[in-house]
Every structure is written in structure tokens, then in C-alpha cells.
């Protein structure tokens, strides 16, 4: 499995001979958005940074709502939480979706804006890798996302939706949320499998793409 971050709370995951997008963005963003063809995109909720489908190349399958969708190799589930931490009423609902593939069990939190509640983190269940947004302001901030992986007790991290030099609007930058753990590693992608899952908790950042062609 590999996995790029395309910037935001975008990335491309290339697993089971197919590549998976999350949370698509168009130019507006400031990044670049991805031009090549994938087979499938999750669409965390309906605002433009986060749902640009039609910038996508390859005619792939759109999944923007909650169940399970299953693909050869694939199983990818939507389950509804809040975009805010007044259950929806500031900024609407958002979908977390965990795709099991290669026997890896990851968690994107979209837009997530709260912390969830016991029912939902017993539906989520294992977590091998989670991605979630730290920057705040719109979504969870550094405390909160900390606290959100004592909630679901991931094995790697991957932090998104803060701020960066391409980024067309602000959030908070990164810094915050890395400074409260002791080791975070650094790399272009993540290329993993499930042996070198370890059972210490891992914070990895990734770089993000600015070309795609």
C-alpha cells in the first residue's frame, strides 16, 4: 500500500491495483488537483475544498454517503458524525470513512469537528492508521486531535487540513500538534504493509504532491 498526501485532506491510496482519493479539492485550494485517473473518491461532505469530483480524471466510483461499499480486495464504510460541535447546526454533518485493504485498516476524519461519542468509536472499532485534520478553525485543533487519538487509539497518524505556503486560506499550521509528541516522522509517502505496522504509536507527516503530471 502507498499512500501520498495531495495536500488538505486529500490523498491518494494505491492498494489491491486500484488508487483511492479522499476528499478531492480543485484549484481553488491552492494546490494542485490530482490529474490522474482514479478508481475510487470518498467525499467527506459537500463543500468545495473537500467534493471537486468533477476535477477527477478516470470515471471512478463516488461514494459521499454512509454504509458499506465492498470492492475486490476493498471494503470502505461511511459513518456519520458532525462537521461542528453543535451536532451539525454551524457547518453541517461529515462522514468518516475506514477503508479495509490489505489487511490494513485505515480511518479518514474528513471535516470531523468534534470528538465523538462512545457509540461511534465502538462502530469505527480498530484502527491501524488514522488520518485527521488538525488546524482547527473549521475542524479539529491540535488539542482536540490529540485528545481524538486517545479516543481511537490509532498505530500511525497522519496529520491534514493545516495550514502550509499553497494552502489559498488559513488554518493553523502543523507545529502545534506535532510539538506534543516526542518523535514524528517525515516522509514524501507512506509505502507499508501489514508486518511493519508496529504496536507504538507512530505520527508521520507527510509532504505534499504539487505536481501531478
Given amino acids: 500500500m502507498i499512500i501520498s498526501w495531495l ?3 486529500s490523498f491518494i491510496i494505491k ?9 478531492p479539492f480543485d484549484e481553488r485550494s491552492g494546490y494542485t488537483p490530482w490529474q490522474q485517473p482514479v478508481d ?3 467525499v467527506s461532505h459537500d463543500h468545495w475544498d473537500h467534493n471537486a469530483v468533477h476535477v477527477l480524471q478516470g470515471n471512478p466510483q463516488i461514494i459521499k454517503e454512509t454504509g458499506t461499499f465492498n470492492f475486490p480486495g476493498i471494503t470502505i464504510t461511511g459513518f456519520s458524525s458532525y462537521h461542528d460541535k453543535n451536532k451539525g447546526a ?8 475506514k477503508i479495509m485493504a490489505e489487511d490494513i485498516s ?13 457509540e461511534l468509536i465502538a462502530q469505527i472499532g480498530q484502527i491501524d492508521i488514522l488520518f485527521t ?8 485543533d491540535a488539542e482536540a486531535a490529540f485528545q481524538i487519538i486517545q479516543q481511537l487509539n490509532p498505530k500511525i497518524v497522519i496529520p491534514m ?5 499553497h494552502l489559498s486560506f488559513k488554518l493553523a499550521p502543523a507545529e502545534a500538534f506535532i510539538c506534543k509528541f516526542n518523535q514524528v516522522i517525515k516522509l514524501p509517502f507512506l509505502e507499508i504493509n ?7 504509536l507512530q505520527i508521520i507527516v507527510l509532504d505534499y504532491i504539487t505536481r501531478t503530471s
Fill in 15 to 23: 492498494t489491491e491495483g486500484k488508487s483511492i482519493i479522499t476528499d
Fill in 90 to 97: 454551524d457547518r453541517g454533518n461529515n462522514t468518516i470513512y
Fill in 7 to 9: 495536500g488538505h485532506a
Fill in 194 to 200: 501489514r508486518g511493519e505496522i508496529t504496536k507504538s
Fill in 40 to 42: 475510487i473518491a470518498t
Fill in 106 to 118: 485505515l480511518v479518514h476524519l474528513g471535516d470531523q469537528g468534534t470528538l465523538l461519542d462512545k
Fill in 133 to 140: 485534520p488538525v488546524g482547527g478553525k473549521f475542524t479539529l
Fill in 161 to 165: 487540513h493545516f495550514q502550509t505556503p
